[in-house]
Nanobody, 123 residues
């Protein structure tokens, strides 16, 4: 099992940026795929982005391609999620999650989850 802790959320104006972090501990981190998901009030949790263990394979939801960027530092056991050009509709709780295998978008494919960090986009 991998323990995950998100940080970096907050209040930002439309058009602004945030960098979220996901710190991992527990089992060997470098073998895991890490995904980011988000859940807005009253909506289902949705896939945002994922990265494989080497960082060479990334996967983005169409809605965030070219706007968000995922990266990882396995020496620090940390995943970074850069959110750029934020919009009101990006407001949600953002979660990171871990799984073995390939980066995929299916929520149920991820085994371990963090508690989430709130991102609010508002003027």
């Amino acid at each position: 099992q991998v323990q995950l802790v998100e940080s970096g959320g907050g209040l930002v104006q439309p058009g602004g940026s945030l960098r979220l972090s996901c710190a991992a501990s527990g089992r060997t981190f470098s073998g895991y795929v890490i995904g980011w998901f988000r859940q807005a009030p009253g909506k289902e949790r949705e896939f945002v982005t994922a990265i494989n263990w080497s960082g060479g394979n990334t996967y983005y939801a169409d809605s965030v391609k070219g706007l968000f960027n995922i990266s990882r530092d396995n020496l620090k056991n940390t995943i970074y999620h850069q959110l750029n050009s934020l919009k009101h509709e990006d407001t949600a709780v953002y979660y990171c999650a871990a799984r073995w295998g390939d980066p995929v978008s299916r929520t149920y494919a991820y085994e371990d989850w963090g508690q989430g960090t709130q991102v609010t986009v508002s003027s």
